[in-house]
């Protein structure tokens, strides 16, 4: 039971506290492991609350920015616009920053239509965006987390790649994969296999504005927690190609 509990351990699920009953030497290495246990849940119920704290706190002075800009007489067009564009680039990457420390441990997993889902963020995206989900498919997972780890993966090739992107939903095997790409010019061989990594932003990406360098980190621990994995690779034929791989509902 305490082999089992602790590889059951991670942040995202703790498991139930151990019986100490039985031989002394096994109640007091039970004992020690439930501490442990709750000293992770107390960290991750602080952690909780100062995201909490920092979304409020940050995106409340963002807010009378906006408010104080909207009422200035006389701006010049190309300033405000420019004001504009950086609330949004702060405002985006404070998002970023709270899912990664916020993980998806509050939200529960329910049966899902993945096609639907996908189709519902889309969009929200507005973007000009191909879709051909085949027929219906459930999956177990937590939708928001899930919405949030799509709209990761459509920002950065809206920002940095090339339309059309694409989105489509598939099967291989017990997996539903979805698959997400654009037609820009790829992320050069030596970076794809750090792009999963926070914080790694590519060259091509270091070049432009915006961006904290954790949207496929986030899409990555999101497919992880629901028992699949991300895959990044370039295109044969130009841009980069994204699969997000999770488990179907058999």
Same mark, same amino acid.
Request: avoid cysteine; glycine fraction near 8%.
């Given at each position: 039971?305490?082999?089992?509990?602790?590889?059951?351990?991670?942040?995202?699920?703790?498991?139930?506290?151990?019986?100490?009953?039985?031989?002394?030497?096994?109640?007091?290495?039970?004992?020690?492991?439930?501490?442990?246990?709750?000293?992770?849940?107390?960290?991750?119920?602080?952690?909780?609350?100062?995201?909490?704290?920092?979304?409020?706190?940050?995106?409340?002075?963002?807010?009378?920015?906006?408010?104080?800009?909207?009422?200035?007489?006389?701006?010049?067009?190309?300033?405000?616009?420019?004001?504009?564009?950086?609330?949004?680039?702060?405002?985006?990457?404070?998002?970023?920053?709270?899912?990664?420390?916020?993980?998806?441990?509050?939200?529960?997993?329910?049966?899902?239509?993945?096609? +639907? %889902?996908?189709?519902?963020?889309?969009? @929200?995206? !507005? #973007?000009?965006?191909?879709?051909?989900? &085949?027929?219906?498919?459930?999956?177990?997972?937590?939708?928001?987390?899930?919405?949030?780890?799509?709209?990761?993966?459509?920002?950065?090739?809206?920002?940095?790649?090339?339309?059309?992107?694409?989105?489509?939903?598939?099967?291989?095997?017990?997996?539903?994969?979805?698959?997400?790409?654009?037609?820009?010019?790829?992320?050069?061989?030596?970076?794809?296999?750090?792009?999963?990594?926070?914080?790694?932003?590519?060259?091509?990406?270091?070049?432009?504005?915006?961006?904290?360098?954790?949207?496929?980190?986030?899409?990555?621990?999101?497919?992880?927690?629901?028992?699949? +994995? %991300?895959?990044?690779?370039?295109?044969? @034929?130009? !841009? #980069?190609?994204?699969?997000?791989?999770? &488990?179907?509902?058999?």
């Amino acid at each position: 039971n305490l082999a089992a509990a602790a590889d059951a351990t991670d942040q995202e699920q703790l498991p139930a506290r151990l019986p100490v009953d039985g031989p002394t030497e096994l109640a007091v290495v039970a004992g020690s492991f439930n501490a442990m246990r709750d000293r992770l849940e107390l960290q991750s119920n602080r952690r909780t609350q100062m995201l909490a704290a920092i979304s409020h706190d940050l995106r409340t002075p963002l807010a009378k920015i906006r408010l104080e800009l909207a009422m200035i007489p006389g701006i010049k067009p190309d300033s405000e616009a420019l004001i504009v564009r950086q609330l949004e680039r702060l405002d985006a990457m404070l998002s970023q920053f709270l899912d990664f420390g916020r993980g998806i441990e509050n939200e529960a997993a329910v049966e899902t239509d993945l096609a +639907a %889902l996908l189709q519902d963020v889309v969009d @929200d995206f !507005g #973007l000009d965006i191909i879709i051909d989900p &085949p027929v219906e498919r459930a999956a177990l997972l937590r939708p928001l987390a899930v919405k949030r780890a799509l709209s990761n993966i459509l920002r950065n090739a809206e920002i940095y790649g090339a339309p059309p992107i694409e989105a489509s939903l598939g099967r291989e095997g017990r997996m539903l994969v979805i698959t997400i790409r654009d037609h820009g010019n790829g992320v050069g061989e030596a970076d794809l296999a750090h792009l999963l990594e926070p914080f790694f932003r590519s060259d091509s990406a270091r070049s432009m504005t915006g961006g904290s360098g954790l949207g496929f980190a986030i899409a990555n621990e999101t497919a992880i927690a629901h028992g699949g +994995a %991300l895959g990044i690779r370039n295109a044969p @034929d130009g !841009g #980069l190609l994204v699969e997000m791989m999770i &488990p179907a509902v058999e």
